[in-house]
């Protein structure tokens, strides 16, 4: 090894070849006879033989080789041949399916190899794009290849995919669940923010606010989302009983009342917390120069504070709608609706690709939410200010 | 200009500026010295009502401060501090304008002042209008900060140690450069500083207070020649004061009419000061030095006799 040469990049190389074990040693597809039976499952030398298995590996391989010389340039390529396997994994399910699939009713289950190999695969992109300085602009257009592949592979081939088949039973509802997710998640996060900003502006103003309003919030942090949405039913449906208005507005022990009122509780915490404590950081030299210069109280909260804040501001609001597109998936369980409802319905009749339907979106969301607000973060900040 | 009469602070039990009185004079620089926790900021901040005082009065042309809305009376001073203050997230161009803004002056008359003050701070529009704060060097920062307060031409201008932060040889061209500015500007100057030197180099009433009090104030001069008591005196830099005295005199009060004598090969500007006068006297072993004017030109003679002598004519 010449001098100049960095070291073997670990990282990649434990991927490489820890995602190399999973290709071969775990099922990469199960075929059951229809949706209730088990499926049997398929490795990769299974569908194509040992030859075409040992094949397969050597795209690992040659990405192991570069991670053991990692220049800036073999990096580059290492990158390429991520975003290529990425966008095969799709064309291997087709090529299962055309394989292996004999009957109408056949369904195609993707094992546990290809979840594995995805994630670890999604790792190794991370970690190139971190080595490779790529804006995280770049790093989600080298996700695109592999969305096209996917979307080409499931109109032409994949028919038989167990996931697919599940959405295309229910794709109407698919949509409204997603729909409602979005709303509750929205008007959640929403509210919060807006009791959340106004708390955080009395808490600076009022220390006993503070001090009563951080206390109560950690309190309510604490309860499992379960047992707040039990504690909500029955006051809320002797409301709904009682109070005409509010049931005409659709309050009651069960469904969206309960869902949103808990999530809004969940989210205020980490609201309030991340705008109280990005309010208060702001330099107290820049706050004196503001008032000095003859700036109205309102004038510097609006110029000054608050726009040094948001990017700070910006991270719990990145960090609450993540948090609160997972719990609503929980509040289907009183009857909230949104993607929830297909994790419980699949449980209910053990059908995982129907669990997978609703929390493979969830998963999507929450990812797709913590870019946009992380790059939305980014390009406030001023001038690249620290 | 300014008037503080019997002005008192209290932070609770404490008390912070204790029955002070004191008289700014219209186009004078004040200079409040002291060491750290005297009260000198807590002062300054009295004036443009960043901080209320508890007793006495404070009159600006003499009307009560108490009678303008604070951010009237803001908006007529100048502010500038030790870190700046300038908004991290506003271009220079748009920190200086802030004044000119708030009192909603055409966009077109903001942006000619903006030019102006730049100009005026030896800063290039082209380089630094469009630069964030976090892009500038410290002393670039602080000329910005100077043009930010200058900004709306207030009478007055109020600045609690502003070059504090910076090294010694940007600090002094600073200093330099105030001087300068104040010659052509005519402001009324309230000025915080711990360091002697400074207060000294650039005051024209001297201040210094000591826990809360002014004890001693004049022009600097007499506090170096008749300081009040040990405080002061120690303040002053005790053994120094000879050194810090020569600073404050420019040659051109002791020097002599060119005489007979042939001229002395050591040459020196009449303004400069005695104390670079002996200092080059030291240097150069030389015991006679010609005075020359600006253009170098042969104006009169120092003598070391003559430089250390009984002062007469001062
Ligand atoms: N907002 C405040 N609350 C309580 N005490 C203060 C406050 N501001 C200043 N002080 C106290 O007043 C005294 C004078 O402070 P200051 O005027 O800032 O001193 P200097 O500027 O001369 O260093 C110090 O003892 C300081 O602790
Ligand atoms: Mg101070």
């Given at each position: 090894?010449?001098?100049?040469?960095?070291?073997?990049?670990?990282v990649l190389l434990t991927l490489s070849l820890?995602?190399?074990?999973?290709?071969?040693?775990?099922?990469?597809?199960?075929?059951?006879?229809?949706?209730?039976?088990?499926?049997?499952?398929?490795?990769?030398?299974?569908?194509?033989?040992?030859?075409?298995?040992?094949?397969?590996?050597?795209?690992?391989?040659?990405?192991?080789?570069?991670?053991?010389?990692?220049?800036?340039?073999?990096?580059?390529?290492?990158?390429?041949?991520?975003?290529?396997?990425?966008?095969?994994?799709?064309?291997?399910?087709?090529?299962?399916?055309?394989?292996?699939?004999?009957?109408?009713?056949?369904?195609?289950?993707?094992?546990?190899?290809?979840?594995?190999?995805?994630?670890?695969?999604?790792?190794?992109?991370?970690?190139?794009?971190?080595?490779?300085?790529?804006?995280?602009?770049?790093?989600?257009?080298?996700?695109?290849?592999?969305?096209?592949?996917?979307?080409?592979?499931?109109?032409?081939?994949?028919?038989?995919?167990?996931?697919?088949?599940?959405?295309?039973?229910?794709?109407?509802?698919?949509?409204?669940?997603?729909?409602?997710?979005?709303?509750?998640?929205?008007?959640?996060?929403?509210?919060?923010?807006?009791?959340?900003?106004?708390?955080?502006?009395?808490?600076?103003?009022?220390?006993?606010?503070?001090?009563?309003?951080?206390?109560?919030?950690?309190?309510?942090?604490?309860?499992?989302?379960?047992?707040?949405?039990?504690?909500?039913?029955?006051?809320?449906?002797?409301?709904?009983?009682?109070?005409?208005?509010?049931?005409?507005?659709?309050?009651?022990?069960?469904?969206?009342?309960?869902?949103?009122?808990?999530?809004?509780?969940?989210?205020?915490?980490?609201?309030?917390?991340?705008?109280?404590?990005?309010?208060?950081?702001?330099?107290?030299?820049?706050?004196?120069?503001?008032?000095?210069?003859?700036?109205?109280?309102?004038?510097?909260?609006?110029?000054?504070?608050?726009?040094?804040?948001?990017?700070?501001?910006?991270?719990?609001?990145?960090?609450?709608?993540?948090?609160?597109?997972?719990?609503?998936?929980?509040?289907?369980?009183?009857?909230?609706?949104?993607?929830?409802?297909?994790?419980?319905?699949?449980?209910?009749?053990?059908?995982?690709?129907?669990?997978?339907?609703?929390?493979?979106?969830?998963?999507?969301?929450?990812?797709?939410?913590?870019?946009?607000?992380?790059?939305?973060?980014?390009?406030?900040?001023?001038?690249?200010?620290? | 200009?300014?008037?503080?009469?019997?002005?008192?602070?209290?932070?609770?039990?404490?008390?912070?500026?204790?029955?002070?009185?004191?008289?700014?004079?219209?186009?004078?620089?004040?200079?409040?010295?002291?060491?750290?926790?005297?009260?000198?900021?807590?002062?300054?901040?009295?004036?443009?009502?960043?901080?209320?005082?508890?007793?006495?009065?404070?009159?600006?042309?003499?009307?009560?401060?108490?009678?303008?809305?604070?951010?009237?009376?803001?908006?007529?001073?100048?502010?500038?501090?030790?870190?700046?203050?300038?908004?991290?997230?506003?271009?220079?161009?748009?920190?200086?304008?802030?004044?000119?803004?708030?009192?909603?002056?055409?966009?077109?008359?903001?942006?000619?002042?903006?030019?102006?003050?730049?100009?005026?701070?030896?800063?290039?529009?082209?380089?630094?209008?469009?630069?964030?704060?976090?892009?500038?060097?410290?002393?670039?920062?602080?000329?910005?900060?100077?043009?930010?307060?200058?900004?709306?031409?207030?009478?007055?201008?109020?600045?609690?140690?502003?070059?504090?932060?910076?090294?010694?040889?940007?600090?002094?061209?600073?200093?330099?450069e105030l001087r300068e500015l104040q010659a052509?500007?005519?402001?009324?100057?309230?000025?915080?500083?711990?360091?002697?030197?400074?207060?000294?180099?650039?005051?024209?009433?001297?201040?210094?207070?000591?826990?809360?009090?002014?004890?001693?104030?004049?022009?600097?001069?007499?506090?170096?020649?008749?300081?009040?008591?040990?405080?002061?005196?120690?303040?002053?830099?005790?053994?120094?004061?000879?050194?810090?005295?020569?600073?404050?005199?420019?040659?051109?009060?002791?020097?002599?009419?060119?005489?007979?004598?042939?001229?002395?090969?050591?040459?020196?500007?009449?303004?400069?000061?005695?104390?670079?006068?002996?200092?080059?006297?030291?240097?150069?072993?030389?015991?006679?030095?010609?005075?020359?004017?600006?253009?170098?030109?042969?104006?009169?003679?120092?003598?070391?006799?003559?430089?250390?002598?009984?002062?007469?004519?001062?």
């Open positions: 090894m010449r001098p100049d040469m960095p070291g073997p990049n670990v820890v995602a190399l074990a999973a290709w071969l040693g775990l099922d990469t597809v199960s075929l059951a006879a229809n949706r209730i039976v088990p499926g049997t499952g398929y490795r990769v030398f299974d569908v194509i033989g040992v030859g075409g298995a040992l094949a397969t590996s050597l795209p690992w391989l040659a990405l192991a080789g570069l991670a053991w010389r990692p220049a800036r340039h073999r990096l580059a390529l290492a990158l390429t041949l991520v975003v290529l396997m990425l966008s095969a994994l799709p064309a291997w399910l087709s090529l299962s399916a055309v394989t292996l699939v004999d009957s109408a009713q056949a369904r195609l289950g993707i094992g546990a190899g290809i979840w594995v190999v995805l994630f670890l695969q999604l790792l190794a992109m991370i970690e190139l794009r971190r080595r490779l300085d790529l804006s995280r602009l770049i790093g989600w257009a080298l996700v695109l290849p592999a969305v096209a592949s996917a979307g080409l592979c499931l109109a032409r081939w994949l028919e038989p995919l167990a996931l697919w088949q599940e959405y295309r039973g229910r794709s109407g509802q698919f949509l409204s669940a997603v729909g409602e997710h979005l709303l509750l998640v929205g008007v959640a996060v929403g509210t919060s923010l807006a009791l959340g900003v106004c708390l955080a502006l009395a808490m600076r103003r009022w220390p006993g606010v503070q001090r009563a309003g951080f206390g109560l919030l950690n309190v309510l942090q604490t309860i499992p989302s379960i047992a707040l949405f039990g504690l909500l039913l029955a006051p809320l449906a002797w409301l709904s009983a009682n109070v005409d208005w509010l049931a005409a507005l659709g309050v009651s022990g069960i469904g969206r009342a309960p869902a949103l009122l808990a999530l809004v509780g969940y989210s205020l915490l980490p609201m309030v917390r991340n705008t109280f404590v990005a309010l208060e950081a702001v330099d107290a030299g820049v706050i004196d120069a503001a008032r000095g210069m003859g700036m109205s109280r309102g004038q510097v909260l609006r110029q000054v504070r608050l726009p040094l804040a948001m990017p700070v501001i910006l991270e719990g609001i990145r960090i609450t709608t993540v948090q609160a597109i997972g719990l609503t998936a929980v509040a289907a369980l009183i009857g909230a609706g949104g993607l929830g409802t297909f994790i419980f319905q699949g449980l209910g009749q053990a059908a995982m690709d129907l669990v997978l339907l609703g929390a493979l979106p969830i998963l999507l969301l929450a990812l797709l939410v913590d870019a946009l607000l992380g790059a939305l973060t980014d390009i406030l900040r001023p001038g690249g200010a620290e | 200009m300014i008037d503080l009469i019997h002005v008192t602070r209290r932070f609770g039990a404490a008390t912070a500026v204790d029955d002070i009185s004191l008289s700014v004079a219209q186009g004078e620089l004040c200079v409040l010295v002291g060491t750290s926790g005297c009260g000198k900021s807590t002062t300054l901040r009295m004036i443009n009502r960043l901080i209320e005082h508890s007793e006495g009065e404070i009159h600006i042309d003499g009307q009560q401060i108490r009678r303008f809305r604070e951010e009237t009376l803001r908006r007529r001073m100048g502010y500038a501090i030790q870190s700046t203050g300038l908004f991290p997230h506003w271009t220079v161009a748009r920190n200086i304008g802030l004044v000119p803004r708030l009192l909603k002056w055409p966009a077109t008359r903001i942006q000619a002042r903006v030019e102006e003050l730049m100009a005026l701070l030896g800063l290039s529009m082209e380089a630094f209008a469009g630069k964030y704060p976090h892009q500038l060097s410290g002393g670039q920062a602080q000329r910005v900060g100077v043009a930010r307060a200058l900004a709306a031409d207030p009478d007055i201008l109020l600045m609690d140690e502003p070059f504090g932060a910076l090294d010694p040889i940007t600090r002094e061209s600073l200093q330099d052509r500007l005519h402001k009324t100057i309230v000025f915080v500083t711990h360091d002697m030197d400074e207060a000294l180099r650039l005051a024209d009433h001297l201040v210094v207070m000591h826990q809360g009090r002014i004890v001693q104030q004049g022009r600097p001069l007499e506090l170096l020649r008749e300081p009040a008591d040990d405080f002061v005196e120690s303040l002053l830099g005790g053994e120094d004061r000879g050194l810090k005295e020569a600073a404050l005199l420019p040659v051109s009060q002791r020097m002599l009419p060119l005489g007979p004598r042939l001229l002395a090969r050591e040459r020196i500007g009449q303004r400069a000061s005695l104390r670079e006068a002996l200092s080059l006297m030291l240097w150069r072993h030389a015991e006679r030095l010609t005075v020359v004017d600006d253009d170098d030109l042969p104006v009169g003679e120092l003598s070391l006799r003559r430089l250390v002598g009984a002062r007469s004519d001062d």
